[in-house]
Structures are given as C-alpha cells and as structure tokens.
T-cell receptor, first 111, second 114 residues
C-alpha cells in the first residue's frame, strides 16, 4: 500500500517556465511534508517543507502548496533552470513515524 | 561541518555472502535512519536508530539488521545476499526524530549482488 504517490514519473519543462510537481498521500495522520531533490550518485538533499497547519510555504524560487482536504501537495519552481533537472521526491511523516517517500518524479528543464 | 559519511561508496558481493555498511552522522545528530533505493521503487524505509535504540523498523526480512553505537555511528548488515538486494543504500541523520530541516542524507553505498 503506497501511502505517498507521485503519479508522474517524469516531467519536461522549458527553461524559464514554471515546473509543477504533484504528490498525493493517503494517510490522514501525516502532518509534515517535505520535498527532496536528488542528483545521480548523490544522496537526496532537502529542498522545502510544510507542516499541516499551513497551506503554503515559499523559499526563493520554490513554493510548496498543501491541500489537506484533497490530501495533495505540489511543488512549484519558478522560473525553472537547467540546474533544476533532477529527481524530486515527496516525503511525509506523522507523529513518530519515519519519513515515507514517493517514488520520485524526474524533472528535465530544457534550455 | 562534515556531512553524513557512508562507507564504502561501492560494493560488489556474490549471492549468499553477507555485507556490512557504515554510516557516520553529522556531529551532534543522534538519530540515524536507513533507506533502500531501487529503480522504480523510490526510497524504502529500513530502520531508524536513536541513542543506540531501534525506534522504527520497516517491512524488510530479518536478513536486514542494524545497530547504532554510543558515538551515534551506525552499521547495517545484510546476510545471505540475494540478487534483489542490489540497490543504493542511503543513511540519513537528524538532530532528533525530525526537525524543520528533515533528514540530511549521505551519498549512499551502491551495493551490487552478482
């Protein structure tokens, strides 16, 4: 049973445009959500997080939106840059549970 | 400050052997978690240790085990290796269970079972 789902395995976006990565979750106990970025041969690096008491968190070009009623979150990258090309993982946690990750979305930003 | 260090970076083993992977967390971090990443499966949780105690365990067979030492360094062991154990094994550390910065991951150990 996959508790965190990233239904798009890949996404291609033109440089300068907006990238929108989506994530759905099923466990209503999750109250903390994170996005990680991963380059080949490296570990995931933390990008941005949001707790369930908020519906939006912004950090520079990155914004995460949370829709609790729909159990959906999204990561917006504006403007997209070629260096943003990587695999993006959505992760969720609730209480003392470990982070549960989605399968990732490979973003390609085309110059 | 130094990040999370995992050794070795690459490993090739044959079926039936056993392997031990090592993880040194960021100084001051007391929580260490292990994840397995395989193509198409994302990151699957293995176990989490905090102050030498296993706090959580994922849905993996008993061939997968781990421990944490008093200096917070952690090791994981896989016995009787199978071809399907080939994966990138990632270690992550944090100050407690989860802080505002989530986990900090190491670069991983790429295990190939032949």
């Amino acid at each position: 049973d996959q508790q965190v789902k990233q239904n798009s395995p890949s996404l291609s976006v033109q440089e300068g445009r907006i990238s929108i990565l989506n994530c759905d979750y099923t466990n209503s106990m999750f109250d903390y959500f994170l996005w990680y970025k991963k380059y080949p041969a490296e570990g995931p690096t933390f990008l941005i997080s949001i707790s369930s008491i908020k519906d939006k968190n912004e950090d520079g070009r990155f914004t995460v939106f949370l829709n609790k009623s729909a159990k959906h979150l999204s990561l917006h990258i504006v403007p997209s840059q070629p260096g943003d090309s990587a695999v993006y993982f959505c992760a969720a946690s609730g209480g003392n549970t470990p982070l549960v990750f989605g399968k990732g979305t490979r973003l390609s930003v085309i110059a | 400050k130094a990040g999370v260090t995992q050794t070795p970076r690459y490993l090739i083993k044959t079926r039936g052997q056993q392997v031990t992977l090592s993880c040194s967390p960021i100084s001051g971090h007391r929580s260490v978690s292990w994840y397995q990443q395989t193509p198409g499966q994302g990151l699957q949780f293995l176990f989490e240790y905090f102050s030498e105690t296993q706090r959580n365990k994922g849905n993996f067979p008993g061939r997968f085990s781990g421990r944490q030492f008093s200096n917070s360094r952690s090791e994981m062991n896989v016995s009787t290796l199978e071809l399907g154990d080939s994966a990138l094994y990632l270690c992550a550390s944090s100050l407690g269970h989860l802080n505002d910065y989530g986990y900090t991951f190491g670069s991983g150990t790429r295990l190939t079972v032949v």
